[in-house]
């Protein structure tokens, strides 16, 4: 077993962290996801880097909304909307993570500019480096997604990052 409390190593606790460390690099190579709970707990040891991607449709901003507890019970920011993004594999490009972030997301989007980079925190999570750009929707199929005018933006139901650093990138390009 694994003693939580300690900063003291034993080498059976050093043993079980190697297998675990490569087991996740494992799943990272194959793409494959880690379960949720052993997903919001490698994130919280290091400080990781995420591309965010802001999409306009017709001068309105897609956002998506996160699930439910009921849903996830692992979810660190239950019903609360957000701009499309994904944190970066170990081994992965930004061109790949953008593909794979197409993919998870169900978005479609053409001319990928990049905007600013940022750094956040958004407790429970860890700290990330944002890459922080904006691209043309072409068409999405995410049912948890939908387009906002500038007045309708759920601000107040938002995760805090996207609300105060991320959002409010794009307000200007908005209707």
């Given at each position: 077993?694994?003693?939580?409390?300690?900063?003291?190593?034993?080498?059976?606790?050093?043993?079980?962290?190697?297998s675990v460390?490569?087991k996740?690099v494992?799943?990272?190579l194959?793409?494959?996801?880690?379960?949720?709970?052993v997903?919001?707990?490698?994130?919280?040891?290091?400080?990781?880097?995420?591309t965010?991607?802001?999409?306009?449709?017709?001068g309105k901003?897609?956002?998506?909304?996160?699930p439910?507890?009921?849903?996830?019970?692992?979810?660190?920011?239950?019903?609360?909307?957000?701009?499309?993004?994904?944190?970066?594999?170990s081994?992965e490009?930004?061109?790949?993570?953008l593909?794979?972030l197409s993919?998870?997301?169900g978005?479609?989007?053409q001319?990928?500019?990049?905007?600013?980079?940022a750094?956040i925190?958004?407790?429970?999570?860890?700290?990330?480096?944002?890459?922080?750009?904006?691209?043309d929707?072409?068409?999405?199929?995410?049912?948890?997604?939908?387009?906002?005018?500038?007045?309708?933006i759920?601000?107040?139901?938002?995760?805090?990052?996207?609300?105060?650093?991320?959002?409010?990138?794009?307000?200007?390009?908005?209707?």
């Amino acid at each position: 077993m694994i003693n939580q409390d300690s900063a003291e190593w034993t080498d059976q606790e050093k043993l079980i962290a190697v297998s675990v460390l490569n087991k996740i690099v494992f799943c990272q190579l194959k793409r494959v996801l880690l379960p949720s709970v052993v997903y919001e707990a490698h994130l919280a040891g290091k400080k990781n880097v995420t591309t965010e991607l802001l999409l306009i449709k017709d001068g309105k901003l897609f956002l998506v909304k996160r699930p439910s507890r009921k849903e996830n019970p692992n979810e660190p920011y239950p019903d609360l909307w957000h701009s499309t993004g994904v944190t970066h594999l170990s081994t992965e490009l930004e061109s790949e993570a953008l593909k794979r972030l197409s993919e998870s997301e169900g978005v479609i989007f053409q001319g990928v500019r990049s905007l600013a980079y940022a750094e956040i925190h958004d407790p429970p999570r860890a700290k990330y480096l944002a890459h922080i750009m904006i691209a043309d929707l072409i068409k999405y199929s995410n049912p948890r997604g939908r387009l906002f005018s500038r007045e309708e933006i759920p601000w107040h139901d938002m995760i805090g990052s996207h609300r105060n650093v991320l959002v409010p990138q794009v307000v200007d390009f908005l209707k």
